[in-house]
């Protein structure tokens, strides 16, 4: 199955900050597809429940140096 989480990631500043995001979520288990957005701040991806979960996104996120939260 596939599910979509919208995320808040606080603390991008530049256009390196999203390629950062991206490449990180882009690598993890289970994440299909990850668009991150600076102007918006926000973050959406796609993944398999089966593999990894909304929290260990954040988490990922959060491993990297920004914050990141459910944007719902
Ligand atoms: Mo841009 Mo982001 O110079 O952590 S890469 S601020």
Do not use: H, W
Request: proline share 3%; charged share 20%.
């Amino acid at each position: 199955g596939t599910l979509v989480g919208q995320f808040i990631i606080r603390g991008m500043t530049c256009a390196a900050c999203v390629n950062s995001v991206e490449g990180i979520l882009r690598k993890l288990p289970g994440v299909k597809r990850a668009i991150v957005a600076l102007t918006t701040s926000l973050g959406e991806v796609e993944y398999d429940p089966s593999i990894t979960s909304k929290d260990e996104i954040i988490n990922a996120i959060e491993n990297a140096g920004f914050e990141a939260s459910l944007a719902q």
